[in-house]
């Protein structure tokens, strides 16, 4: 599976939008890209995923570049709740495991 | 989304003993289940892959002696550490996949997690 490259932390004012990049220039053909985010001492929670259309669920929006070498996840108005670690992971559909890099640590702040 | 139990939450244990946790399925059947470990400000690091009925694939570097896992039926997955440690001390996640009974199939998704302490 493909890495990917994500900045350690982020900050976000309360009701702005989140935008977490990431980078996997490496990622191939058949690779989706997920992202789960995991709020202290919890599991992770998973939040949206897509391989190269941009997609939007009621958590969130992925948006994925035409050369699939990066995307970001976007947090439309974002809230104190959503103060995680946020994991972008590049999988190879559902056979591959979801391995976990370092992430990006949002605060949100009020 | 689907839902992925655990059990017990937290354990406190003794050197020398072993300790079994739960990982169960509530609305979906797993056909895949997986174990994480995760120490304090660490990333989640795969542990192993169980398929249900057949034996679990282990990652490099952990002991299948020590982590037994079984995936005897499609919602019920086992972790034991035997043997504890105080280094086995860390916060244990699992996470399952599979298909619901009308077929959907359903993403990876994880348990809150057991936080083990071995003193």
């Known amino acids: 599976d493909a890495k990917t490259t994500q900045p350690p932390s982020m900050d976000c004012a309360e009701g702005r939008a989140a935008n977490l990049p990431c980078n996997h220039s490496?990622?191939?053909?058949?690779?989706?890209v997920y992202w789960y985010r995991q709020i202290h001492s919890q599991g992770p929670q998973y939040i949206i995923h897509?391989?190269?259309n941009n997609e939007t669920n009621e958590m969130a929006s992925l948006i994925i570049t035409e050369d699939r070498k990066s995307s970001t996840l976007i947090l439309p108005h974002a809230t104190l709740r959503d103060t995680a670690v946020y994991y972008c992971?590049?999988?190879?559909?559902?056979?591959?495991?979801?391995?976990f890099g370092k992430g990006t640590k949002l605060s949100v702040k009020p | 989304g689907a839902v992925v139990s655990q059990h017990p939450s937290r354990v406190i244990c003794k050197s020398g003993t072993s300790v079994k946790i739960e990982c169960r399925s509530l609305?979906?059947?797993?056909?895949?289940m997986f174990w994480y470990r995760q120490f304090p400000k660490k990333s989640l690091m795969l542990m192993a892959t169980?398929?249900?009925?057949?034996?679990?694939?282990?990652e490099q570097g952990v002991e299948k002696d020590k982590f037994l896992i079984n995936h005897a039926s499609l919602t019920l997955s086992t972790l034991t550490v035997t043997s504890a440690h105080p280094e086995d001390s860390s916060f244990y996640i699992c996470?399952?996949?599979?298909?619901?009974?009308?077929?959907?199939?359903?993403?990876?998704?994880f348990g809150p997690g057991t936080r083990l302490t071995v003193t």
């Open positions: 992971i590049v999988r190879g559909g559902s056979q591959g495991n979801l391995i």
């Open positions: 609305d979906f059947q797993a056909t895949t």
């Open positions: 996470s399952a996949k599979g298909a619901s009974g009308s077929g959907e199939i359903y993403e990876q998704y």
């Open positions: 897509g391989l190269k």
């Open positions: 490496t990622i191939s053909g058949n690779e989706y």
């Open positions: 169980s398929n249900e009925g057949s034996k679990a694939t282990y």
